[in-house]
């Protein structure tokens, strides 16, 4: 209802805004003929100029001035009548279509394009709207200008953070990251997410600034892929193939076939010419056993494989995938100085080829253990 009165209102401001305008002007409007009859006022000042000089008679002025105002007064009544009767249609036409015409074609306009059913909407109302009914314009007015209010509100800055980095508004990403990272406190994903926020940023690139932040995520949680992925990518960019390649295999060491990263990882090893880690990982079988049992088998089944693996290393030491893998299985089960002892045992196995105690020591490296 409120709509249609202020469009009611509205529609009557824009008529008399028409209307008074030509009411004033239809009030001081000239004759149409005022052309003419300024050519018969000259010409009766010739007339009179004339006689003074003496080119005419004065009887010959008068009969010439009396000719002059019979068609002066002639045309002037003309020229009234018709300039009032052309000016009143003129005004009577632009009333009827500022009174009538435009109000109308809008109505119809709206009516065509517009949806007068719908409740006014303004943008506070709009805002109040459940979180899930809202569009992604909304979402980010609402989080922001909460944000504006309360620049100290760690939850808001992690909530913000992925949206912008969905719109591919990776400068505001890196600051809501930082933000969060700032106000709630160090994680390993949120280190991490500050590191991919500034590659995305910078072209893909793995900068100084986000290597920091991936090192940091993996020193908080050494088995996390994403800080170990972007490090890999960082070793591949600066042409340390080597390293690159050892930190590529350990990636894929135990890593579910089809895992986007480890699809990665596989296309850079073979860009490198490099052939990915011969001992497998569990088997997607293997993978899907071990969700479905309780924690405290799915724990005794993963110890299980481990066992198996250090028995095979123990049989073929110069395995060193298979020393990579087994050091990467100690940090995921959180067992730091078996994971230790590990490298130490393949460092002494493989003293005598340093290709291959690379590998190992680069998934080390990866993992934190060594610098």
């Not at 109000?103 to 009516?111: D, K, N, R, V």
């Not at 920091?212 to 949680?221: I, K, M, Q, S, V």
């Not at 895992?259 to 990665?264: G, K, L």
């Not at 724990?299 to 066992?307: D, H, K, P, Q, S």
């Amino acid at each position: 209802m409120l709509l249609w009165i202020v469009m009611a209102v509205l529609t009557a401001a824009a008529s008399l805004s028409v209307l008074v305008p030509l009411y004033r002007g239809g009030r001081s409007e000239r004759p149409a003929g005022e052309a003419k009859l300024s050519i018969y006022r000259d010409q009766l000042n010739e007339v009179d100029r004339d006689r003074d000089r003496g080119l005419i008679a004065d009887s010959e002025a008068e009969a010439a001035r009396t000719e002059i105002a019979r068609r002066l007064l002639r045309a002037g009544d003309a020229a009234t009548v018709e300039g009032s009767a052309a000016s009143e249609a003129s005004r009577k036409v632009a009333a009827v279509v500022a009174v009538l015409v435009l109000p109308l074609a809008a109505l119809g306009f709206y009516l065509f394009v517009g949806s007068p059913e719908l409740p006014d909407r303004p943008l506070a109302g709009r805002l109040e709207v459940p979180l899930e009914e809202q569009d992604v314009g909304a979402l980010i007015a609402r989080v922001e200008a909460h944000l504006a209010a309360n620049p100290e509100d760690g939850r808001g800055w992690e909530l913000l953070g992925p949206v912008y980095a969905r719109l591919g508004r990776y400068d505001d990403a890196v600051r809501a990251f930082s933000n969060t990272l700032r106000i709630l406190g160090p994680t390993a994903e949120r280190e991490a997410d500050v590191g991919e926020a500034i590659t995305r940023a910078g072209g893909n690139v793995v900068t100084a600034e986000a290597r920091a932040a991936f090192e940091r995520a993996r020193a908080l949680d050494a088995t996390a892929i994403r800080p170990r992925f972007y490090l890999a990518v960082a070793l591949d960019q600066e042409g340390r193939k080597d390293e690159a390649i050892a930190a590529w295999r350990d990636i894929l060491t135990g890593a579910p076939p089809d895992a986007p990263w480890a699809v990665v990882a596989r296309e850079a090893l073979a860009r490198l010419g490099a052939s990915p880690p011969t001992t497998p990982g569990p088997s997607a079988d293997d993978i899907e056993a071990a969700e479905a049992l309780p924690a405290e088998d799915r724990l005794a089944m993963i110890e299980g494989m481990v066992a198996s693996l250090a028995a095979r290393l123990d049989a073929d030491p110069s395995d060193a995938a298979g020393w990579a893998r087994l050091v990467r299985s100690y940090m995921v089960l959180d067992r730091k100085d078996e994971a230790r002892a590990a490298l130490a045992e393949a460092q002494q196995a493989l003293a005598e080829d340093p290709e291959k105690l690379s590998v190992v020591e680069a998934a080390a490296r990866t993992l934190g253990l060594i610098e």
